[in-house]
């Protein structure tokens, strides 16, 4: 078997087995195409099967200098995937990668914005337009639930389950899960859907779809990038800000008031509390509020 036809067959075995979504397929194969790119260039005729931990270390080599660390560690980690794959399948005995390190990349705290922040930004928006109400309702989604972008523009009106407080949302590689939703957030896409939603012509497929654009189909992750840039230079912001951001300042927010980081990943649908912790962005005071109001010895000994 050549690198395609194991590249193909390593394509079914994440989309089938492991259920990831297509973009997420397309990255990890990029990689391995990457590796098979050079393997042409330098004339070297090895399969997959044969591959040397030598070889790849001289593929690593040649773009360490062109790549950051955070992207050779996704690389390697992407190779590491598909010869453990091989290894699944029995036509490997071990991982030319195994003994090959990734560079350290540190974790980026990400931004965040506060609760005023968010206040201001969302009052920025202008509800005489046809389009205010939606992005109103929008921008509440995406901070009172914290969701993904792509959760956003594909909700569903048949996954809004208000009289039970929750939304459901097909989060990354298919999977379900259910989130709670605030009054406020659920008023505001009440209003939506009763004033500008309902003024719309909507296309034959979107019936069902939340979020609509002009044209009555669904809205593009770029739009709401555009959207929310577009109010933080109103608003004289002085932050990278992206939907993301939000989805940031969900997590901290409900940290910073109490919650406990399990059910914050749940709400966020992280299978590792690992990456839930990456999210949280955490100041100094806080911490040591944490450990003066919950620590058992908080109180100073007097003897």
Known sequence: MNWKTHIKSYQ????????????????????IERLCLFLDEKAIVVSPIKISEETIQQFIYSFSKEVNPRSQARIISGLKSF?????????????????????????????????EEIDSLISAIDLSTNEGERNRAMLETLYGCGLRVSELVSLKISDLFFDEGFIKITGKGNKQRFVPIGNLTQKYIQIYRETSRNDL????????????????????????????????????????????????????????????????????GHESITTTEIYVHLDRKFLTEVINTFHPRKESDSR
């Open 201 to 268: 012509n909507i296309k034959k497929g979107f019936e069902d779809t939340l979020f609509l654009n002009r044209r009555g189909a669904q809205l593009s992750r770029a739009m709401i990038f555009t959207i929310i840039k577009d109010l933080a230079v109103l608003i004289n912001l002085n932050k990278s800000i992206s939907p993301h951001t939000l989805r940031h300042s969900f997590a901290t927010h409900l940290l910073e008031n109490g919650a406990d980081l399990r059910s914050i990943q749940l709400m966020l």
């Open 83 to 115: 010869f453990s794959y091989l290894i699944f399948e029995d036509y490997r005995q071990d991982n030319p990668l195994e003994l090959i390190e990734t560079p350290k990349t540190g974790r980026k705290l990400p931004d965040t914005l506060s609760v």
């Open 12 to 31: 079914s075995y994440l989309r089938i087995e492991r259920g990831l979504s297509k973009n997420t397929i397309e990255n990890y194969s990029f990689d």
